[in-house]
């Protein structure tokens, strides 16, 4: 695997799925694959499960981590090409990144997408540089337009729960204060469309998520209906990826607090999970009474970030022995 961003680099899912479990039941059984081997996380956005289990799933597995968090321990980094560097950001990622991975053997890099520019985020002009520059493996540690470490670890967390072969999974827009990116519910449905379940998405009016993602999932604009029979609920905030018009881009379009997932909204579905890729802000996406109930998944959803990425690291060492 050269590079972890998409559904298809994981290659078959129930192959993945199986490896996932063997790696959570004897998550030390590789831990020579590691050895003499470093991996760079690099941060310029802040972390809590992302930069944990990928340090984890490294020391599981025997490799070093080196954790860099841009700006605050490294310089700022220029990250548009071909301008004047008179402001305030010190070095340029074109060197950055070749002298970052000379240091290692993998690669991670966490970088949201800007929300300004939609040809800049959907390009994930960013992270297309450290493949082509960098010339080492590369993981998403969520980008712009993708966060696949946390899709596999949901598709792991529904396949440990699911009570039927083709359970019915609803991704369910919820209000958020701030303007948030697109890549959590892109991966999330670009793995549910590619795994063995009925996927269904709701949110309001203009919302519409890229073809890329959405593919063929059936989009129910009336959030009720959509819940009805549901055996997962995942509640996922995200501002207007601007699909059809791109001025539109990274705009808030509803602070609807009709859409925040409370008992009656589980109460149309099949006694369904609940899960959210956290953080998550309570009584705005998910009230209180759904999150501390029994039928939350969040925390062991979590706990299967470690699992997710360390099935991706492995893989990639397995290339590099
Ligand atoms: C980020 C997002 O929505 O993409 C990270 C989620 C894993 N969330 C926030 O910034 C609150
Ligand atoms: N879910 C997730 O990626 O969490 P962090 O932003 O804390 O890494």
Request: glycine letters at 4%.
């Amino acid at each position: 695997m050269k590079s972890f961003f998409h559904v298809e680099d994981i290659g078959n899912l129930d192959v993945a799925l199986k490896e996932a479990f063997e790696v959570k039941k004897t998550p030390f059984a590789w831990k020579h694959l590691g050895e003499n081997k470093t991996i760079m996380l690099v941060f310029f956005n802040s972390s809590l499960r992302t930069r944990l289990s990928s340090q984890k799933a490294a020391i599981n597995l025997g490799m070093t981590p080196i954790v860099l968090n841009i700006g605050q321990d490294s310089w700022k980094l220029e990250t548009e090409m071909g301008v004047v560097m008179d402001g305030d950001k010190s070095e340029h990622l074109l060197e950055a990144i070749p002298v970052m991975t000379n240091y290692c053997d993998i690669i991670g890099i966490r970088s949201f997408a800007g929300l300004i520019d939609h040809e800049y985020d959907y390009n994930e002009t960013i992270l297309r540089q450290f493949v082509e520059y960098g010339g080492k493996p590369v993981i998403s540690l969520e980008s712009a337009t993708v966060h696949p470490c946390q899709a596999f670890a949901d598709l792991i967390t529904i396949e440990e729960y699911r009570k039927k072969q083709r359970p019915k999974v609803v991704l369910t827009w919820a209000p958020h204060t701030k303007a948030l990116p697109q890549a959590v519910p892109n991966s999330f449905a670009e793995w549910m469309n590619a795994a063995d379940v009925d996927f269904v998405i709701t949110h309001p009016e203009g919302y519409e998520l890229d073809p890329r993602f959405a593919g063929n999932a059936h989009i129910e604009y009336d959030q009720m209906e959509a819940l009805r029979g549901a055996d997962f609920v995942y509640a996922k905030n995200w501002s207007c990826p601007g699909t059809t018009d791109h001025s539109q881009y990274g705009k808030i379009l509803s602070k609807d607090m009709g859409w925040t997932i409370d008992a009656q909204h589980m109460a149309a579905t099949n006694n369904a999970y609940f899960m959210h890729c956290l953080p998550v802000r309570r009584n705005m996406i998910v009230a209180d009474e759904v999150i501390d109930s029994p039928r939350s998944l969040v925390i062991p959803e979590a706990a299967n970030r470690v699992v997710s990425i360390q099935v991706v690291m492995k893989r990639m060492l397995e290339e590099l022995q």
